[in-house]
């Protein structure tokens, strides 16, 4: 790459005496207030409707018709089948919606098996007999579609279109956004066309699957879009609240998750059929919870249920060389899990009373064993430590609030989330050093959080920890210099969607900052400039301007990554905190390649910057 030291230059020069920010201008205000971009619209700023996951049985979806149609759902989907030569529907028939106000009604499907010519829709405004719907899908073949049916006949949009951005083998997401008077039309986050809006009259949407053929759909999401001068930035969930950890880098390649009121002894054993084996196991929420992983190490694996706990049992599997890797008690019995094959070797348990097993610990480990399971259940502690070559090092907690400040802490240490679990009303926390990074991600939902998973699992990271508990928001932190009263988003990148105007004080360079939800960054100055954004060019060759966050270290961490044909070649370390919803300081080194920041005090080489949010 001849041309790489010409651009790392360059770059080096826009960000250089640290002011960030010889940013640039590339777009109008009106431009980038508007809403032609999927990003421009965040959970904060929408108000659902109605909402099916289809993470439970429904007899209103899951519908049969002998040689006709069919669904069911399993595994978080929802199986739309059409058994004979003729297209089939399946609707829901919303109550109140108000179509007059702005609206976003959104999916994701997936073609499986069947005719590939056909289109496979998202469809909405229904009449009694089926007439006057919109339509907006894909085929098989790789095309998207947009339709109206007036009577008995369908009037094009846009005709069958072949397009990259339709996924012939994995899930498609379909949003169609009604703002004022114009419909936009999304495929995949992509805007594909705008088109005057038409008005609905009728409460139904639904699906349509092609004749002879099976579709998968993970969700369907009704909700009004609020007005653009609410914030895009979120805050800590309120009350109880699923919370998982997602990991990167730690084997698994394929996952999947279900949720039951009983113990999920036919999901497993589906799902060993199919070569997964249990990565985790909970009971929240009067649900289990399973995680079924590859990639685990395991060879086999086996379960039992007790009402006691069941020493005889565990010493049983032992001898026949398994080994504990799941404990948990929920509905009045002890579950654990047994493996072979994995990285445990030598094993130790316990039980104790009222008292957390603080001393076994310490036993176990001046034995070389290392804390992998600690549960609560009936009137007891249960402890399992395991000799584990792949541990480097350990700290625990058992806390009453959610505890943050320790996570964040000792991952920036190097450490990664083993267990994080709500027991006899504590927050148990297991942190481990291991030999290789684990980069990790922490998600939080009040529902069951199947829409973060999915997001995560296409950014390669698993699911390795599940628990449901009362989080605290927690309103200031301590840096390693100073004390300052902050906003705490929970979910950082999501409070830094949308467009932000700023610069470091004292210096004449102020400018834009726009984050987009695809992890591409854009910077703008007054002075006209533009660096990142889409179809970005330079030299005549294109760049990507890439954000990368680190959500768990103190301060949080803010990157830019500079690419060119998928290749870094730059990276711009930063440390952001902010203030409020709508303000945050950043601080970047001084040149790219340079060490990070590590407080937020000003120098004459490397200010720090104030941007607000632009309305």
């Keep these: 790459m001849k041309n790489q030291p010409k651009r790392t230059i360059v770059t080096s020069r826009l960000f250089s005496r640290g002011m960030l920010l010889s940013l640039l201008f590339y777009i109008s205000i009106g431009s980038l207030l508007s809403q032609s971009r999927y990003s421009d619209y965040g959970s904060s700023d929408k108000t659902r409707v109605y909402r099916e996951n289809f993470s439970e049985p429904n007899s209103k979806w899951e519908v049969y018709r002998s040689g006709s149609r069919m ?9 739309w089948i059409s058994m004979n030569t003729s297209a089939q529907m399946i ?31 998202l469809v909405w405004n229904m009449d009694e007999n089926n007439r006057d719907k919109y339509h907006f899908g894909f085929t098989g073949q790789g095309k998207y579609v947009f339709s109206k049916k007036v009577g008995s006949e369908y009037q094009s949009i846009v005709p069958f279109t072949k397009s990259d951005l339709v996924n012939t083998s994995a899930f498609n997401k379909i949003t169609v956004r009604k703002k004022g008077n114009t419909y936009y039309y999304f495929f995949n986050e992509k805007l594909l066309t705008t088109k005057s809006y038409h008005t609905v009259t009728s409460d139904k949407v639904g699906f349509m699957v092609a004749p002879n053929t099976t579709v998968q759909i993970d969700y369907l999401d009704v909700s009004y879009l609020k007005p653009k001068d609410l914030s895009l930035a979120s805050s800590l969930p309120a009350g109880k609240n699923y919370v998982g950890i997602m990991t990167k880098y730690n084997g698994y390649n394929l996952q999947r998750w279900k949720t039951r009121d009983a113990f999920p002894k036919d999901a497993i054993k589906s799902d060993w059929d199919d070569g997964y084996h249990i990565s985790d196991l909970s009971y929240d929420n009067d649900k289990w919870s399973l995680i079924m992983s590859k990639g685990t190490g395991y060879s086999t694996q086996t379960w039992i249920t007790r009402k006691e706990w069941p020493k005889d049992d565990i010493k049983g599997k032992w001898d026949d060389g398994y080994r504990i890797t799941e404990v948990n008690y929920g509905n009045g019995v002890w579950a654990i899990v047994f493996s072979k094959g994995g990285a445990y070797g030598r094993q130790r348990w316990a039980t104790k009373g009222s008292s957390f097993p603080s001393d076994k610990i310490k036993e176990f480990g001046d034995d070389g064993l290392w804390i992998t399971e600690i549960a609560y259940g009936v009137d007891r502690w249960v402890l399992v430590s395991s000799q584990d070559t792949n541990i480097r090092g350990q700290k625990w907690f058992k806390k009453s609030q959610f505890p943050e400040s320790e996570i964040k802490e000792y991952q920036s240490q190097g450490y990664s989330v083993a267990q994080l679990s709500r027991e006899d009303d504590w927050w148990v926390l297991v942190m481990n050093k291991y030999s290789s990074s684990r980069p990790q991600q922490l998600i939080a939902s009040s529902t069951f959080p199947k829409e973060e998973i999915r997001k995560y699992w296409d950014q390669g990271y698993y699911l390795t920890d599940l628990s449901y508990g009362t989080l605290k928001k927690t309103s200031s932190y301590t840096s390693n210099t100073s004390t300052s009263t902050t906003y705490k988003p929970t979910n950082l990148k999501l409070a830094l969607l949308g467009t932000w105007y700023g610069g470091a004080e004292g210096e004449n360079d102020n400018g834009y900052f726009r984050f987009y939800s695809d992890d591409i960054a854009m910077m703008i100055s007054d002075k006209g400039d533009t660096l990142g954004g889409y179809d970005y060019t330079q030299g005549g060759m294109e760049i990507d301007l890439e954000y990368e966050i680190n959500s768990f270290n103190t301060p949080n961490q803010l990157d830019f990554v500079f690419k060119s044909s998928g290749n870094s070649i730059g990276k711009m370390k930063g440390i952001i905190r902010f203030k409020d919803e709508d303000t945050f300081e950043l601080k970047l080194a001084t040149e790219l390649g340079d060490p990070r920041p590590s407080n937020f005090i000003s120098t004459p ?9 632009v309305r």
Excluded at 99 to 119: A, Y
Excluded at 605 to 613: C, E, I, Q, Y
């Design 605 to 613: 080489d490397s200010k720090v910057a104030t941007f607000k949010r």
């Design 91 to 121: 609707w829901h028939t919303l109550t109140d919606m108000d179509w007059s106000r702005d609206w976003q009604i959104e999916t994701r499907v997936k073609f499986v098996t069947g005719k590939e010519n056909s289109s496979n829709d």
């Design 71 to 79: 669904g069911k759902i399993h595994d978080g989907v929802l199986d």
